[in-house]
Structures are given as structure tokens and as C-alpha cells.
């Protein structure tokens, strides 16, 4: 679950100051998995200054700010409305080192006469071109619900029919690289597998990079057929082994993968990368709970949370319609909102934190999520399972989710399973120091080959032979 804190900047006055500050001031915000240039641009009034700030990151030029002071070398502004503060201090070498700050979160931000570049990031498991491989751009259709889909087929330079995946994303639009916070995990991952030997086809999400159709209205269960749509795809290509078709799910992908296992008698084999295996609900309580903690919020404000959080739930399982809900949510959130931890706004004003809440959960998505148990469509699967999961995933603990899928996979009497939790890493199968979603983007590596290794052999065991 993926979060973009948006910041709001604007124009504001300068006090008496006796150096020449007009003129144009360039920074840098740095933000979890995103880097935003910052344009300052200074002007004498009779009574001060006035300064513009642009964001060309985020197509903003010429916004306006509420206050700002400035008492030699310390500047100060404040933008009441957004909950940003920030102060500087000017040095001799003319630059103003200082703090953004958010709400509960604080970014350094320092302004210069220089233009300033990002910097780039090292993903050195990045493949680049020219890949030793056929990787060809394809589209398909999902004739179920009208929607054409784009991707990538890749698969070894050599004659004869390949064993072959498909690659499911996790929650929110991806793209076929499954990219976030500077990594492609599927792109590795593809890369990786096809260098062993097998055809992957990754796609772009519907509505998203070259895919048609509306991402907003669909649900697991209208992404399941994408990917049933998918398969049917590799079916009619030559270079697939049409007795070999796997599928390899992360996060919700783990959730669709066992649905299309059970609808479609193509699945060879399904390996669940931290895939679900305990109630939406549930799973979301417990995410937002371990991720506050190593955030470093208190545990008297996470109970709080955690209740709060409760009742919107239960409000969505037993809701009979959207416009119900609305209603049930408006009330709610009137009823608490002045107890809220203002940790839990996240810097927003109350009218955009309800405004917020209330976007998330009419969704179509997020209430088929947070009433979906995947234990029963679990039961049912019958081709081999590998599930895989980070110890230090915080996202979709290792723990109760691996457990509740031995179970049910159990319960319906599959024994052709592997569950494995992998030492070390995080939600995204990376070697990480705590599995903070905070750390993703600072971390080099995108995929653990210790991961990787354990994905290509259960493959090989499950395509050997005819």
C-alpha cells in the first residue's frame, strides 16, 4: 500500500534582510522513494520580499505560501493550511541548510543559488540491453470484460517450447516491471528467470502504462481474469510449452494467483510471494499496526488506531451499498475525529482526512479487499504451491499468513506445497535492517538472489520431465 505525500507550497513575504537574497534558489526534497526539485524565486517589496515556489515534479509553478520571517541567518515559513513548516540557516557560503517539515514527517531541504540534478539511484541488478534473450512487447485480450492488455514476452534464443510464468503485481496500478520506489522488481525477476531457461510474460495492470480499461472500478476478481486472459495468450504462442504454464504472484498477485488456479485447468504450478493468507481486514489491522511501531508512533496512539481503524471495517463488511456506507462513514467520522491521533492525519486538515478515508474505502477495491478471506478459494487449489515470504515483511507478516495458507491448502488436501520464510528480508524480498517500507527505496539491492534461487529450483522440480 502505497502512499505519495503531496506538498503544498506557497508565496511568501521575506522581513528586512541585509544581504541580497532575490533572485532564484534551487533545492531538493527528498521523500521516501521520490525526489522533488524545488524553485525559489525571491523579489524586493517596499516592505520585504515576496517569493514564489515552484514544483515542476509535480507541474506546480507560481504557488503561494502563508508567512515567512527571516532573522539573520535563520529563515522561517509556515504553511498553515498543509501543516508545513520549514526553517534555514544561511551560511557564508550561501547556502540555507534546512528542515520540511509535514505533519509528523520531516525531509532536509537545502536552497541554493545552483541548479541541482537528482541523483541517480543504484539499482545494480538492473538488466540492460541488449539482453541476451528474445523480449518482445505484445498486447492480448481479455474478452471477458473488453479490456486489452500490454506486456512483455521474454524467453530464451533458442529452438523448441520453453516452460513459461505469468507475473502477478501486487496492490495499486504497476506497470510490468512492477516498478515502485526506483526498483523493477518483475523486470529482475523476468530477467533472472528467462536467463534459466523459462518464458515470462509480465503486463501492465488495466488502466495503466500501455493497458486500456478502468483500474478504479475493478477488483481482485476482475484482475484474476486479466491474468486468465493472460495465460490463454501464451497458449497460442509456439515457443510455449503449453503443459508448463505457471504463475508467480506478489502481495495481491498472491491472492489472484490461487484464484486463477482454481478456474483454470492451464496452471501447472503457482508460487505466492507474500501472498495473503488471513482476512483483508485482519491483514490490514495488523500491516498498519507493525508498520506504525517501526515508524517509532507510541503504542497508546497505535491502540487508538487500531480501534479506530476496527470500526471503519466493520463498517464496510456489513454495509449493503455504497450509498449506505457513505452515510455509516460520514457519522463515524464525525463521531471520532476530534479523539484522532494526530499522527494518524498525517499532516492533512480534517476535511482532507475524511475526504481521504472516504476516497479509499467507497472503493470498489478496498471493500471486495477488506471482506475477502482467501482460505476458502486456498482449499480448492490442487496444483503445487510454493509460498515464500520476508521474516521481516511488514506488509503481509510472514507469521500468521504463512500458517493460515499451510492450512487451507492442507485442509483441501493439497500436499504438493513448500512454505519457506526467508531470513532477512522485507515485503519486497529485499536483504533488509528492519522491513520498514521506509527503507524500500534506499536499499540497492531489488531482489534477493537467495529469493531467486529458491523460485528457480521449485520451477525446475515442478517442469522437469514431459
Given at each position: 500500500m502505497k502512499k505519495t505525500l503531496l506538498f503544498l507550497l506557497t508565496i511568501f513575504t521575506i522581513s528586512a534582510f541585509s544581504q541580497d537574497i532575490t533572485g532564484e534558489w534551487n533545492g531538493l526534497l527528498k521523500t521516501p522513494g521520490k525526489q522533488l526539485t524545488i524553485i525559489l524565486k525571491i523579489s524586493k517589496l517596499d516592505s520585504g520580499y515576496s517569493a514564489t515556489l515552484d514544483s515542476p515534479d509535480q507541474g506546480a509553478t507560481g504557488i503561494q505560501v502563508t508567512t515567512t520571517t527571516f532573522v539573520t541567518p535563520v529563515l522561517n515559513f509556515s504553511i498553515a493550511g498543509a501543516k508545513?513548516?520549514?526553517?534555514?540557516?544561511?551560511?557564508?557560503?550561501?547556502?540555507?541548510?534546512?528542515?520540511?517539515?509535514?505533519?509528523?514527517?520531516?525531509?532536509?531541504?537545502?536552497?541554493?543559488?545552483?541548479?541541482?540534478?537528482?541523483?541517480?539511484?543504484?539499482?545494480?541488478?538492473?538488466?540492460?540491453?541488449?539482453?541476451?534473450?528474445?523480449?518482445?512487447?505484445?498486447?492480448?485480450?481479455?474478452?471477458?470484460?473488453?479490456?486489452t492488455l500490454a506486456g512483455t514476452l521474454t524467453f530464451p534464443k533458442k529452438t523448441g517450447t520453453f516452460p513459461a510464468v505469468v507475473l502477478i503485481s501486487g496492490s495499486g496500478p504497476q506497470n510490468r516491471d512492477e516498478e515502485l520506489l526506483g526498483h523493477k522488481p518483475f523486470l529482475v525477476l523476468s530477467d533472472f528467470l528467462t536467463r534459466n531457461g523459462i518464458a515470462v510474460l509480465r503486463f501492465d495492470d488495466r488502466g495503466t502504462g500501455a493497458s486500456k480499461g478502468d483500474f478504479k472500478k475493478a477488483t481482485t476478481q476482475n484482475f484474476a481474469t486479466d491474468v486468465e486472459a493472460a495465460v490463454n495468450y501464451l497458449k497460442t504462442r509456439k515457443e510455449i510449452n503449453k503443459a508448463k504454464i505457471g504463475l508467480i504472484g506478489h502481495s495481491e498477485g498472491g491472492v489472484i494467483a490461487p484464484i486463477v488456479a482454481t478456474t483454470s485447468k492451464d496452471i501447472r504450478f503457482i508460487i505466492l510471494l507474500a501472498g495473503m493468507g488471513i482476512p483483508g481486514d485482519q491483514l490490514l489491522l495488523l500491516q498498519q499496526g507493525l508498520?506504525?511501531?517501526?515508524?517509532?508512533?507510541?503504542?497508546?496512539?497505535?491502540?487508538?488506531?487500531?480501534?479506530?481503524?476496527?470500526?471503519?471495517?466493520?463498517?464496510?463488511?456489513?454495509?449493503?451499498?455504497?450509498?449506505?456506507?457513505?452515510?455509516?462513514?460520514?457519522?463515524?467520522?464525525?463521531?471520532?475525529?476530534?479523539?484522532?491521533?494526530?499522527?494518524?492525519?498525517?499532516?492533512?486538515?480534517?476535511?482532507?482526512?475524511?475526504?481521504?478515508?472516504?476516497?479509499?474505502?467507497?472503493?470498489?477495491?478496498?471493500?471486495?479487499?477488506?471482506?475477502?478471506?482467501?482460505?476458502?478459494?486456498?482449499?480448492?487449489?490442487?496444483?503445487?504451491?510454493?509460498?515464500?515470504?520476508?521474516?521481516?515483511?511488514?506488509?503481509?507478516?510472514?507469521?500468521?499468513?504463512?500458517?493460515?495458507?499451510?492450512?487451507?491448502?492442507?485442509?483441501?488436501?493439497n500436499t504438493k506445497v513448500r512454505i519457506k520464510e526467508l531470513p532477512g528480508l522485507n515485503h519486497l524480498f529485499q536483504e533488509a535492517n528492519t522491513g520498514s517500507p521506509s527503507e524500500y527505496a534506499t536499499i540497492e539491492q531489488t531482489f534477493s538472489p537467495i529469493a531467486l534461487e529458491e523460485i528457480i529450483k521449485w520451477i525446475g522440480l515442478q517442469t522437469k520431465g514431459k
Open positions: 508545513i513548516d520549514y526553517e534555514g540557516i544561511l551560511g557564508e557560503d550561501k547556502i540555507i541548510r534546512g528542515n520540511f517539515k509535514q505533519g509528523i514527517y520531516t525531509f532536509p531541504l537545502d536552497l541554493s543559488r545552483e541548479k541541482v540534478e537528482k541523483e541517480k539511484l543504484k539499482r545494480p541488478q538492473e538488466p540492460v540491453k541488449p539482453y541476451p534473450y528474445v523480449s518482445e512487447d505484445i498486447t492480448f485480450e481479455n474478452k471477458k470484460e473488453a479490456v508498520i506504525k511501531k517501526a515508524s517509532g508512533i507510541n503504542e497508546d496512539e497505535i491502540k487508538l488506531s487500531q480501534i479506530f481503524n476496527e470500526g471503519l471495517f466493520e463498517m464496510v463488511k456489513k454495509a449493503p451499498n455504497a450509498t449506505a456506507l457513505k452515510t455509516d462513514l460520514d457519522n463515524y467520522l464525525k463521531e471520532k475525529l476530534s479523539s484522532m491521533p494526530e499522527a494518524e492525519k498525517a499532516g492533512m486538515t480534517d476535511a482532507d482526512f475524511v475526504k481521504s478515508i472516504e476516497i479509499q474505502l467507497l472503493s470498489p477495491w478496498m471493500q471486495n479487499f477488506i471482506k475477502y478471506d482467501p482460505k476458502p478459494v486456498l482449499e480448492k487449489v490442487k496444483c503445487p504451491v510454493l509460498a515464500l515470504n520476508g521474516e521481516k515483511d511488514l506488509q503481509v507478516p510472514p507469521k500468521e499468513n504463512l500458517e493460515a495458507i499451510e492450512t487451507a491448502l492442507a485442509k483441501g488436501g
